[in-house]
């Protein structure tokens, strides 16, 4: 029986899993990827930094509602406004409460 993953691993796609690999392959070391990915290293370290927000969003313990928790990581991949995923919240939370009425 195949274990589940982590839920940090299911927010990853295939870009970030191949960056995740480059990382690790490199020793962790930012600047061999700097010359790897041929970009300077506040872009890369941009890159990084938002993968890391994407698996916090991903563990975030306070988070139960798997559409929240999915909002969470759009937002920390640049994806959606911080803004724009708190409206989506606040009416997916309305609808729910409607439902359970």
């Known amino acids: 029986m195949k274990e589940p993953q982590p ?13 995740l690999k480059r990382f690790v ?11 790897e990915y041929e970009v300077s290293y506040p872009t890369l370290r941009s890159r990084l930094d938002r993968l890391i927000a994407k698996v916090q969003a991903a563990e975030d313990p306070k988070v139960v509602d798997s559409f929240q928790r999915k909002l969470h990581v759009l937002v920390a991949d640049g994806k959606m406004s911080a803004a724009l995923a708190r409206e989506l919240w606040k009416a997916h939370r309305s609808v729910a409460d409607e439902r359970t009425k």
Do not use: Y
Not at 7 to 19: G, I, R, S, T
């Open 7 to 19: 839920p940090w691993l299911e927010v990853l796609d295939e870009e970030d899993l191949q960056f």
């Open 25 to 35: 392959l490199s020793s962790g070391s930012l600047k061999a990827l700097c010359d």
